[in-house]
Each structure stands twice: as structure tokens, then as C-alpha cells.
């Protein structure tokens, strides 16, 4: 609630500021009326950014609390899968990598690993589309900056990305670290 708030007040300091300063030289008059006038219309429009931002960032945490609620309440319900089980259903070169993505992602439903299954479907299950970015940032760079032979800075794109194994090679397919000191 803290982040909405200083989001919220921040933007509409930025709005007051700039509403305050093209006011001052739009209305005619003394300096004492124009200021007066300025401030007026730089606190309406102040007000009126902070409320809009405030209930547009409200009404998306709800959202995203929902789904993450749900999808963590239907993975707790989920029967426990060890690690030879999870890397078993389909043999990989990427076991380790898996594991990493595995744990990224029990840690943002916040339940245990051993409820994250192999076939779970991103979509369909975990409802990863309408997490957005949210997913993409915390369990992608979890498992970047895990892996010290990959790039700082990247592309990543969750499009045509449905199961957890085209997870893994999308991944296992950003570039690695060019060494500048060669």
C-alpha cells in the first residue's frame, strides 16, 4: 500500500509541478492572481492524478493478488513431486537449469517446490498471461542472475512459451556473456 501511495503522490507532485509552471504564464494578470490561479489549477490537476493512479494501481495489485492466490491455493491442493520425479517425466541435458526454474516459481506462488509440477501448463494452469510482468521479472531474473555466464541485459519474450521445458530452452537460448577482456 506504501508503493501505491509514494507511486501515486510522486506522480501527482511531478503533474503539480509542471501544471504550476505553464499556469503561472497562461492567465493574465497580476503576479499575486496568476500565482493564487496556478495553484489552484496545478492542485485540482494534482488531485485528480493521484486518484486515477491510485485506484489504477489498486485495482491491478487486487487483480494480481487474486490470481496469485488462486493458482498458489490450486498448486497447494497439488500432490508433492520430488526432484527425480520432476526431471524424470522428460529427460533433459537442462536438469539443473529446470530445477532453478522450478524453485523461481514455487518461490513467486509461494508454495512449496515439490508442488510445482513438470506438465503444468503456463496458460492454461498458472495463469502466467494475466501475471504479467510480474512473472517475467521475478522468475526470469531469478534465474538469470543465478547462471553467471549470461547477459546482464536482455530480451525475453513469454509469446509461444507453454510449458515449463519451452521455458527452460528459452532461457538456455539467451546469448552468454561476451568477454571484453580477450
Not at 11 to 34: D, M, P, Q, T
Request: with cysteine.
Amino acid at each position: 500500500m506504501r508503493m501505491i501511495l509514494g507511486c501515486s503522490g510522486a506522480l501527482a507532485g511531478v503533474v503539480f509541478c509542471i501544471a504550476c509552471l505553464v499556469s503561472l504564464f497562461v492567465v493574465e494578470g497580476s503576479w499575486s492572481s496568476r500565482f493564487a490561479i496556478s495553484l489552484g489549477v496545478s492542485g485540482m490537476m494534482a488531485g485528480m492524478v493521484f486518484l486515477a493512479n491510485f485506484l489504477l494501481m489498486l485495482r491491478d495489485y487486487s487483480q494480481f493478488k487474486k490470481y496469485n492466490t488462486r493458482v498458489g491455493d490450486m498448486l497447494r491442493s497439488l500432490d508433492d513431486q520430488s526432484d527425480e520425479h520432476f526431471l524424470a517425466a522428460h529427460p533433459t541435458e537442462n536438469s539443473d537449469l529446470l530445477l532453478k526454474i522450478r524453485q523461481a516459481i514455487s518461490d513467486f506462488f509461494e508454495v512449496p517446490s515439490t508442488k510445482i509440477h513438470r506438465d503444468a501448463h503456463l496458460i492454461d494452469d498458472l495463469n502466467v498471461h494475466k501475471l504479467q510482468p510480474s512473472f517475467q521479472f521475478s522468475v526470469v531474473n531469478t534465474v538469470i542472475s543465478s547462471q553467471p555466464d549470461k547477459q546482464n541485459s536482455f530480451f525475453f519474450c513469454m509469446d509461444d512459451i507453454n510449458t515449463i521445458d519451452e521455458f527452460a530452452q528459452a532461457i538456455a537460448n539467451i546469448p552468454a556473456k561476451i568477454d571484453n577482456n580477450a
